[in-house]
């Protein structure tokens, strides 16, 4: 069973940057697209970026179009999104996710993800 564990979340000041990541527990890593969403309470869940097996191809939500970077290390089993210029409308949980097909395209909606990490907050103050 494919378990997700994200980490680095925390506080900071708004237009300061923050780095979350997410290690993945099996050898299918390198074959699995990826996902970062997050939710804030009382809102629903959203996508933030993805990234593709091979991380030659990235997708990103259009509220951190140019702020937000997603990035992969095959070799650590590590996904990462490096957040800059951040905005309090930025606070929430933030999730690693993965679909169960291998290779495949990058997926924007949550339902088309089948595994999740339990979140790492990360909360941005005016």
């Known amino acids: 069973q494919v378990q997700l564990v994200e980490s680095g979340g925390g506080l900071v000041q708004a237009g300061g940057s923050l780095r979350v990541s997410c290690v993945y527990s099996?050898?299918?890593?390198?074959?699995?697209?990826m996902g970062w969403f997050r939710q804030a309470p009382g809102k629903e869940r959203e996508f933030v970026a993805a990234?593709?097996?091979?991380?030659?191809?990235?997708a990103y939500g259009d509220s951190v179009k140019g702020r937000f970077t997603i990035s992969r290390d095959n070799a650590k089993n590590m996904v990462y999104l490096q957040m800059s210029s951040l905005k309090p409308e930025d606070t929430a949980l933030y999730y690693c996710a993965a679909p169960d097909r291998l290779y495949s395209t990058l997926y924007t909606h949550p339902s088309l993800y089948d595994y999740w990490g339990q979140g790492t907050q990360v909360t941005v103050s005016s």
């Open positions: 099996e050898r299918t890593f390198s074959s699995r697209a």
């Open positions: 990234i593709n097996w091979s991380g030659r191809s990235t």
